[in-house]
């Protein structure tokens, strides 16, 4: 049957079926007829390592061409799919495909990576702005100096665990399924420790405080993580260990607020400034000193966007923008000159001509105040 018959006709598919249709064909055969469903019976074996064959050259798009060209003559002697494969072979593709249903990996013991660790970092504007370089102390599980990390005394190691034979897993029996499982023993270790070590008491494990250093990129903002790798939790047993991830946090500025890489600002100015123009200096993080233009007649609320002037491009070039945001501030106390000058643009307003809509507030300021 695996020499004869057409792959095609026993994965029950088409000539032109895709290879979602393939495999689907497959998974419905294997479980149909899988040995362990059937107790051992020869027709249903020879069956399913008939359609593992079958599968086995039509997964592959290579294979499969050859096949449609030259049929089964494309693999004599010894090509892939050829009867000669033992029953091993078929297996580890069924559990290629059922993976997800059989426990995983066969084989092979289990080595617990250690516990990724979260450090949360404050920083300023300023730092984030130009990049910063600083150290940090954490409290954290290192491995044992005095076994290295095995968990054994010095001197002596871990023996191979008897109840999975050091594989870490074992496997039970449901129904027509064989169920891996974590060994109760060495819980996945596939060692026992007979004779543990006195400091870490067998984990191969200790807590230590370790100083580490830090390199924040210039850019970063809120939320933004550095990966330590490495150096997190250390894993039981020599196993590798996890990594210490930092999560930075930007302290509020008493200036700027951002959005991205534009920074937002506030500019307060006088009534004269906004009616007459006039210029505003405002200090950026990297100290550099903005001119911002106020043209005569800025209504309170107006937005000037100064280019380039913003936060550095995060692991990128350039930088964004500075958007001021300009702010008319109202006076509550008045030196007698600043109130006589206002009752003369009162006047000046009561005695103006009409004006049109579009002439404003500080069109009126201008003209009380000669400009």
Not at 23 to 29: E, F, G, M, P, T
Not at 35 to 40: A, S, T
Not at 71 to 76: C, E, P, T, V
Not at 149 to 172: E, F
């Amino acid at each position: 049957m695996t020499t004869q018959v057409d792959y095609y006709e026993v994965l029950g598919c088409a000539r032109d079926a895709d290879g979602a249709t393939i495999k689907s064909s497959y998974r419905k055969l294997a479980m149909k007829y899988h040995p362990d469903k059937n107790g051992g019976c020869k027709e249903h074996e020879a069956k399913f390592k008939a359609i593992s064959e079958a599968y086995e050259v039509l997964k592959d798009p290579q294979k499969r061409a050859a096949y449609d060209r030259y049929g089964h003559a494309a693999f004599q002697g010894g090509g892939a799919g050829g009867g000669g494969q033992d029953f091993s072979g078929f297996s580890d593709i069924f559990e290629s495909v059922f993976g997800e249903f059989m426990g995983g990996q066969r084989g092979g013991r289990t080595q617990r990576r250690g516990a990724d660790l979260r450090y949360d970092m404050e920083i300023s504007l300023e730092q984030a702005f130009h990049g910063h370089q600083t150290e940090i102390t954490v409290d954290v599980s290192s491995a044992c100096d005095s076994c290295a990390g095995s968990g054994a005394k010095p001197g002596t190691a871990a023996r191979a665990c008897s109840t999975c034979g050091g594989i870490g897993k074992v496997r039970a029996q449901q129904g027509f399924f064989v169920v891996e499982r974590t060994c109760p023993t060495c819980m996945g270790a596939g060692e026992v420790i007979a004779d543990p070590c006195a400091t870490c008491r067998g984990d191969g494990r200790v807590d230590k405080t370790k100083t580490l250093s830090v390199s924040v990129p210039p850019g970063v903002d809120e939320g933004t993580r550095i990966r330590l790798n490495g150096e997190g939790e250390a894993g039981p047993r020599g196993a590798p260990p996890g990594d210490l991830y930092i999560f930075l946090h930007v302290a509020r500025h008493p200036v700027f607020s951002r959005e991205g890489t534009t920074l937002h600002a506030r500019a307060p100015i006088s009534f004269a400034t906004a009616a007459l123009g006039g210029d505003v200096t405002i200090q950026g993080p990297d100290g550099t000193e903005h001119v911002i233009r106020i043209a005569p007649g800025t209504p309170s609320g107006r937005e000037i966007r100064q280019r380039g002037a913003g936060m550095p491009v995060l692991q990128g070039r350039g930088r964004g923008d500075m958007v001021v945001h300009v702010e008319v501030q109202v006076p509550t106390r008045l030196t007698a000159r600043q109130r006589e000058l206002l009752e003369q643009l009162r006047e000046a307003d009561g005695q103006a001509p009409p004006i049109d809509e579009d002439s404003g507030f500080f069109s009126k300021m201008k003209a009380a105040f000669g400009g």
